[in-house]
């Protein structure tokens, strides 16, 4: 069962390879490698915009969920997003090298800690071509060679954005196999990566549940375990009513197949009758199908304003449901402290929010809720690396270790112990 039907040996020694020139090079002549990248994106789309609607044809004929296809696409603006996040990733601070700690010890060693590159990046994600951009420069930004598996749903897309990446890097004299890819092996690339203890250094997933999940169980390489997005917003008693309408249709509907946008609505029973008929009358009214408890559906069935069609009731599975497309779980809670258990239970632990003017309510939710992200009177849809000023961003961790919430350069770091001193021994 364990036996590979690839080895990608020659592609870990060619990054690790890589990544020990990499080591070396400084801040400017990796910024100026980014420069490349970006311009050449710009100037082929194209190019990559033609493999991208091969991509998005398949994926209709397929019948992939609307939310994945939207992920799935590019445009010449999402290219010129992507420019504009390499730029700003050129403009951010090179982690590598930064001293965290140093201080002199009893004996006169001179100690200090210092970041530096991970070495080989291995990647695992679905259907979105901006991530290959995205890991790939931030894994040169902060020191690192990167492998990718992209998955089939983006294959023409990631094909082409690695060939212009790798082209982008010669022009600078730069080794190409800084970016690789096991695409054209398939799962079993995405299996070697599970299984390349010494070539990889770390591996990243990115995707929905059944992947991630996969990838932490079977790796044998450390891994830093990105989380699905169950999120919620709360409602408090004595929010402002016209904010927290205004933040729930942002976080649903701005755009739903992404991990931060909200899945489930809490609102304190006090103000439901208030707060719903014209919530849901919104929500209803692009296109949101609600799915509501018994109180929140009675309130929805009264109002003549909101399309009763879209108002279904919820089940237990509801809850628990990432939704990534427009449906939305809505529930009445009678306290904060209701609030807070139902995050407890359903919360995947990425990003949740409450809308609240109580700074007691406020600072009972963060204390309560452990997560990676918690946004109060602000909308789930804010954690993101460029929107949080990391610039690009390689994934939302949601687990404890290394790195939670929007991993940016220094989580693409590692730390070495430097010790000086003047022959001393230890006594």
């Not at 036996?3 to 390879?17: C, G, K, S």
């Not at 897309?157 to 970016?179: T, Y």
């Not at 609030?339 to 929010?353: C, K, L, M």
């Not at 990391?390 to 790195?403: R, V």
């Amino acid at each position: 069962m364990d036996q590979l039907t690839v080895d990608i040996t020659p592609l870990t020694q060619a990054a690790r390879d890589g990544a020990r020139m990499l080591r070396q090079a400084t801040s400017a002549r990796k910024n100026a490698a980014l420069e490349a990248i970006a311009q050449a994106l710009m100037d082929r789309s194209e190019e990559i915009l033609a493999a991208n609607a091969a991509d998005y044809q398949r994926g209709e004929e397929r019948g992939i969920a609307p939310g994945l296809l939207d992920r799935l696409k590019l445009t010449d603006e999402r290219i010129e997003a992507i420019a504009a996040a390499i730029r700003h990733v050129i403009g951010l601070p090179d982690p590598v090298g930064e001293v965290i700690m140093g201080a002199t010890t009893e004996l006169g060693l001179r100690v200090r800690q210092m970041r530096v590159p991970m070495g080989v990046v291995g990647m695992i994600y679905e259907a979105r071509p901006n991530v290959t951009v995205d890991a790939a420069t931030l894994a040169l930004k902060a020191g690192n060679a990167v492998i990718l598996r992209g998955g089939s749903a983006a294959e023409a897309s990631n094909e082409a954005l690695i060939r212009v990446m790798r082209e982008a890097l010669e022009s600078v004299e730069f080794p190409p196999d800084l970016i690789q890819t096991v695409d054209p092996w398939g799962r079993e690339g995405a299996r070697a990566l599970m299984r390349a203890r010494g070539g990889i250094d770390v591996l990243i997933p990115r995707g929905g549940a059944a992947l991630i999940q996969t990838v932490v169980e079977e790796s044998r390489v450390p891994v830093i375990e990105t989380g699905t997005g169950n999120c919620h917003v709360y409602v408090d008693d004595g929010a402002d009513l016209q904010a927290a309408e205004r933040i729930i249709l942002n976080a649903k509907t701005q755009r739903v197949g992404v991990c931060n946008a909200a899945e489930t609505l809490l609102v304190h029973s006090a103000v439901a009758e208030e707060f719903l008929p014209s919530a849901l009358a919104a929500l209803t009214r692009v296109g949101v199908t609600i799915h509501a408890d018994e109180r929140a559906g009675d309130i929805a069935r009264r109002s003549n304003d909101i399309d009763h069609a879209l108002i279904v009731d919820a089940t237990e599975d509801d809850w628990a449901t990432e939704y990534l497309s427009m449906d939305l779980a809505v529930r009445i809670v009678d306290s904060i402290d209701e609030a807070i258990d139902h995050i407890r239970t359903y919360s995947t632990g990425h990003t949740e929010a409450i809308c609240t003017r109580s700074l007691a309510s406020a600072r009972r939710f963060e204390s309560g809720v452990d997560c990676a992200a918690i946004a109060v009177n602000a909308s789930t849809r804010f954690t993101d690396g460029g929107q949080l000023g990391l610039g690009a961003e390689i994934g939302i961790s949601t687990q404890k270790l290394h790195a939670r919430g929007p991993m940016g350069l220094t989580e693409l770091t590692t730390t070495t112990w430097i010790i000086e001193g003047e022959g001393t021994v230890r006594p």
